[in-house]
T-cell receptor, first 112, second 111 residues
Framework: DAGITQSPRHKVTETGTPVTLRCHQT?????MYWYRQDPGHGLRLIHY???????DKGEVSDGYSVSRSKTEDFLLTLESATSSQTSVYFC???????????FGDGTRLSIL | QQQVKQSPQSLIVQKGGISIINCAYE??????FPWYQQFPGKGPALLIA?????SEKKEGRFTISFNKSAKQFSLHIMDSQPGDSATYFC??????????FGKGTRLHILP
């Protein structure tokens, strides 16, 4: 398995609180991605990074921010969590181009 | 159009049967079509992928059939086994470092 670690694996929090999810890779891949997975919607891209401090928005970026200060770490932050952000969040890594993406095992986030 | 349309949403197949999942796309710039398999509690994992210069790719019991003119591709699982029960996602990419996923098919193989 690709060396991807997501933390925490599970989190329950309240509306309005800030939340940060972490993705750590040991593969030295250039590209890192954050997705959310919801029933009936499949996997939707939130943000992605193509290098240290280089990030771009995906399909559902509103309400989320990201940071990448090191090659191995990609952080996803919900500044003020809302119930609509209850979801399973997946991090993925890739060498770029039309290369496979490798996924972590996800973070299940519940916002009450 | 950036969408990849996947069908069916769910599928039940008898053990030993053939499972078929279909996908369609609009954007002819797509040049890479992977399929991912996801088990409960796990992230999606690459199963098999194809590029539009070939019409078929086979890996073990898994085959992708690709119809460029119809802008359709499908996954066939031969001799389906209970261990194949999972959610399957088709996807497409145009080499811009992003992958567009279908909405997934929940496959259940009856023992």
């Amino acid at each position: 398995d690709a060396g991807i670690t997501q933390s925490p694996r599970h989190k329950v929090t309240e509306t309005g609180t800030p939340v940060t999810l972490r993705c750590h890779q040991t593969e030295n891949h250039r590209y890192m991605y954050w997705y959310r997975q919801d029933p009936g919607h499949g996997l939707r891209l939130i943000h992605y990074s193509y290098g240290v401090k280089d990030t771009d928005k995906g399909e559902v970026s509103d309400g989320y921010s990201v940071s990448r200060s090191k090659t191995e770490d990609f952080l996803l932050t919900l500044e003020s969590a809302t119930s609509s952000q209850t979801s399973v969040y997946f991090c993925a890594i890739s060498k770029g181009g039309s290369q496979p993406q490798h996924f972590g095992d996800g973070t299940r986030l519940s916002i009450l | 159009q950036q969408q990849v349309k996947q069908s069916p949403q769910s599928l039940i197949v008898q053990k030993g049967g053939i499972s078929i999942i279909n996908c369609a796309y609009e954007n002819t710039a797509f040049d890479y079509f992977p399929w991912y398999q996801q088990f409960p509690g796990k992230g999606p994992a690459l199963l098999i992928a194809i590029r539009p210069d070939v019409s078929e790719k086979k890996e073990g019991r898994f085959t992708i059939s690709f119809n460029k003119s119809a802008k359709q591709f499908s996954l066939h699982i031969m001799d389906s086994q209970p261990g194949d029960s999972a959610t399957y996602f088709c996807a497409a990419s145009m080499g811009d470092d992003k992958i567009i996923f279908g909405k997934g098919t929940r496959l259940h193989i009856l023992p």
